[in-house]
């Protein structure tokens, strides 16, 4: 494990929300995450990986305090937050920059681009402001100067998504959370806003929680992974042990999904992704058992814990796979209920 200390951390962070608008149908709160613990240190790139609805999105806002956590604690530089309040958030907001997967829903409609880029300068009163200065910022981020002048609704999905890249770079934080950062884009403009990333990286020391279900994404840029199933972690560890021996059928199942490029290499069959369930029904024992082939009665019956090891890894499975044998590629497959 590495000796650096984390930048930000997680403790068993949940969230829930209520259900239920009168007092008398008031049902429990639907649990959202569930005893989330994550660290990110500077200079890391951790990619949260999990199907529509796992709860990433929900994560990277309570880490920033946009979604107030229902238990749980958020240490930064060491020092928990006190609470969950406006106010102790202050501290990670002022350190840190969120790309939404909907960049546009967070642009002010009646705002050029250009002063929407050196916004964060302005307020910061750190960093120039000049045109020229801004152009600069503009075409690291991929976006031609002349989009500058325009408002945000002339610009194409994959212009907004650059010109909220550029807006995360005016003062460059400590932290990136970026939502889908890839959504919508090109292949090559994907490559380059990615490549961008590590470039931030290198230069700034700066630390990403990268949220996305794009795996080609997390192969290219991640430390660490972090693969969430119904809210909770269900494995983790660094990105090369996982990709390559993968020990939770459910990471193993979204690895297989990937599209294979060679048609040589094609496989038999497609895997079977059957429905996620939903959170307001969550299958007992083992949450994914209804999903799984390597079920057992245990799985139906009891929840597994989180377990660590070996070494920086963790996974919560009873009957965690192997080390992956050479001919295993295409062997598991994911059931629907
Ligand atoms: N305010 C809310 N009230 C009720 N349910 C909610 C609320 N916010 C989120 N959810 C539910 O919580 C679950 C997790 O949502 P979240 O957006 O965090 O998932 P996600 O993994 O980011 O999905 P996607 O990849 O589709 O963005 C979903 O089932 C969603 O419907």
Not at 41 to 49: A, F, K, L, T, W
Request: charged content about 20%.
């Amino acid at each position: 494990m590495s000796a650096t200390p984390a930048l930000i951390e997680a403790d068993r962070l949940s969230v829930q929300v209520p259900t239920g608008r009168l007092p008398f149908s008031q049902k429990a709160p639907l649990s959202i995450l569930i005893n989330v613990s994550l660290s990110i240190r500077p200079g890391e790139i951790v990619c949260m990986v999990g199907e529509s609805g796992s709860g990433k999105t929900t994560f990277g806002r309570a880490l920033l305090g946009l979604i107030k956590p229902s238990a749980g604690s958020i240490t930064l530089d060491g020092a928990a937050l006190p609470d969950f309040s406006n106010r102790s958030f202050r501290a990670v907001r002022r350190q840190a920059a969120l790309l939404f997967q909907d960049p546009l829903s967070s642009f002010n409609p009646r705002q050029r681009i250009g002063a929407m880029i050196a916004e964060p300068r302005r307020i910061a009163r750190s960093g120039s402001t000049r045109m020229q200065d801004i152009a600069a910022l503009a075409r690291q981020a991929g976006l031609s100067e002349r989009l500058l002048a325009r408002f945000p609704h002339a610009l194409s999905g994959g212009q907004a998504r650059r010109a909220a890249v550029a807006r995360a770079l005016s003062v460059v934080p400590r932290l990136i959370v970026a939502d889908e950062p890839t959504a919508g884009l090109d292949v090559s403009i994907q490559g380059g806003v990615l490549n961008l990333f590590l470039d931030i990286r290198e230069q700034h020391d700066t630390a990403f929680l990268l949220i996305t279900h794009n795996l080609s994404v997390v192969r290219h840029v991640a430390d660490r992974i972090v693969i969430l199933y119904l809210g909770r972690v269900v494995e983790s560890g660094p990105a090369a042990e996982i990709l390559a021996s993968p020990r939770h059928p459910y990471t193993r199942a979204l690895l297989e999904s990937e599209p294979v490029p060679d048609p040589a290499r094609r496989r038999a069959e497609p895997p079977v992704i059957g429905e996620v369930p939903s959170i307001a029904a969550r299958p007992p024992g083992c949450e994914f058992h209804t999903r799984c082939r390597h079920a057992q009665a245990r799985c139906r019956s009891e929840a597994p814990r989180l377990a660590d090891g070996p070494g920086d890894r963790q996974v919560a499975c009873h009957f965690p796979l192997p080390e992956p044998q050479p001919a295993a590629r295409g062997s598991l497959r994911l059931v629907s209920n």
